[in-house]
Nanobody, 120 residues
């Protein structure tokens, strides 16, 4: 089994910062791309940022210059540093990872989600 566990969400005022973490654990041989997605009430889940194992990053336009995705391959952990937060960033944030399970194949895993609320 593989689990992704997120932490770091919460309530913050507009202009503030939060740092999300997502740690993968279980029978893991390797982890490929990792990313963060978010889903606001009444909206579809959207990509926020992704990072390859080698550190190549990609961001949705609305967070460029404000959010930074990073990872620690030794800890199987991905981070999302969120600065200059806006009320429209309010959503449940989900971690995603492509994982090669030991003795198995590449599979896509999701975390349980962490709530980020930005007050105006």
């Amino acid at each position: 089994q593989v689990q992704l566990v997120e932490s770091g969400g919460g309530l913050v005022q507009a202009g503030g910062s939060l740092r999300l973490s997502c740690a993968a654990s279980g029978s893991i041989s390797s982890i490929g791309a990792m990313g963060w997605y978010r889903q606001a009430p009444g909206k579809q889940r959207e990509l926020v940022a992704t990072i390859t194992r080698g550190g190549v990053t990609n961001y949705v336009y609305s967070v460029k210059g404000r959010f930074t995705i990073s990872r620690d391959n030794a800890k199987n952990t991905v981070y999302l540093q969120m600065n200059s937060l806006k009320p429209e960033d309010t959503a449940v944030y989900y971690c995603n990872a492509d994982v090669l399970r030991t003795g198995s194949r590449w599979l896509d895993y999701w975390g349980q989600g962490t709530q980020v609320t930005v007050s105006s």
